[in-house]
């Protein structure tokens, strides 16, 4: 489906992406995308975003990396990513792409709350009010 095609580009260039969890106000986080999922830690001193959770479903919303108004929005599906090996890997992942980490990042992290969400980019949200941005 095009729709998928154009989120997965454009979540390929995006370094950060608003998260909104419901009854929650939405927040730009920074992420990455592999494995056809977006990847995000959560830990005390890092980002947060309130409310998410395993299992829980939220919005995910791109903005234009050229007008950086809003692109696209669809749900996703959080699922928490236990110790083991894909975690390393997406931590691994998590600390190439960020911008100025701090060089105790990976001690730092080693207590992070590390998650998967499972992006429907087949189906957008076309209710910006869903995405609770403001």
Same mark, same amino acid.
């Given at each position: 489906?095009?729709?998928? %095609?154009?989120?997965?580009? =454009?979540?390929?260039?995006?370094? =950060?992406?608003?998260?909104?969890? $419901? ?13 056809? +999922? *977006? ?31 809003? *692109?696209?929005?669809? @749900?996703?599906? +959080?699922?928490?990513? $236990?110790?083991?090996?894909? @975690?390393?890997?997406?931590? +691994?992942?998590?600390?190439?792409? @960020?911008?100025?980490? $701090?060089?105790?990042?990976? %001690? @730092?992290?080693?207590? +992070? ?7 429907? =980019?087949? %189906? ?11």
């Amino acid at each position: 489906m095009e729709i998928a %095609r154009v989120f997965d580009a =454009a979540l390929r260039k995006a370094g =950060a992406v608003w998260v909104s969890v $419901p009854e929650h106000p939405a927040r730009l986080v920074w992420t990455v995308w592999r494995d056809r +999922a *977006l990847w995000l830690l959560t830990a005390p001193g890092e980002q947060q975003v309130p409310g998410l959770a395993g299992g829980v479903t939220c919005t995910v919303v791109l903005r234009s990396p050229s007008t950086h108004s809003r *692109l696209l929005a669809a @749900r996703a599906v +959080a699922h928490v990513v $236990p110790p083991g090996p894909e @975690r390393e890997a997406a931590l +691994a992942a998590l600390a190439a792409a @960020r911008l100025n980490a $701090p060089a105790d990042a990976g %001690r @730092r992290w080693a207590a +992070a709350t590390v998650y998967r969400l499972d992006v429907a =980019a087949d %189906r957008p949200v076309d209710d910006s009010r869903d995405a609770n941005l403001g």
